[in-house]
């Protein structure tokens, strides 16, 4: 694969064949497929500890909801609204995590900037944002908490 120069200008994402110092679209710096792909091996790196911790995290808590349905012989989903906001706060950790990992890994195959991975993370996390903006709106402000309390 041949060595290529890609731009670290947020606009621009030009690249060109061979070691350039300078872009030559805009003028900003531009760096060496390697670079890129040492970026992209902590991206993938950090992905994959990210939706490791999340789903060590979520197995944690499905056994604390487990242990309170038995010691008390009830639904732990009686607060469904509370539920919904903590597992889909965990559960965006979890695809941010894994959209980390696949970016990264695709910036090690390329050797070159992901943009649209970093799109698709952005538009996630705003749409998170937005979501659960709205739900606390509906809610009054006023969500209950979804973790049991263990006596």
């Not at 290529?4 to 070691?19: K, L, M, Q, Y």
């Not at 994959?48 to 197995?59: D, E, I, M, N, R």
């Not at 309170?68 to 941010?96: H, N, P, Q, W």
Request: glycine content about 10%.
């Amino acid at each position: 694969m041949p060595e290529t120069s890609s731009c670290i200008a947020n606009r621009c994402f030009h690249s060109v064949e061979g070691v350039v110092a300078t872009c030559p679209r805009c003028g900003s710096p531009m760096w060496p497929s390697p670079r890129w792909r040492a970026r992209g091996w902590v991206l993938l790196v950090n992905g994959l500890l990210l939706t490791a911790l999340t789903v060590a995290v979520l197995w944690y808590l499905v056994g604390l909801y487990r242990a309170y349905e038995a010691e008390t012989d009830s639904d732990a989903s009686d607060s469904a609204f509370g539920m919904l906001i903590f597992f889909g706060s965990v559960g965006l950790f979890l695809v941010v995590g894994l959209a980390s990992a696949v970016a990264g890994a695709r910036q090690i195959a390329t050797g070159r900037r992901n943009r649209t991975g970093a799109m698709i993370v952005f538009w996630l996390l705003a749409a998170f944002f937005i979501v659960m903006s709205v739900l606390m709106i509906v809610s009054g402000g006023d969500a209950p908490h979804p973790v049991p309390r263990i006596r």
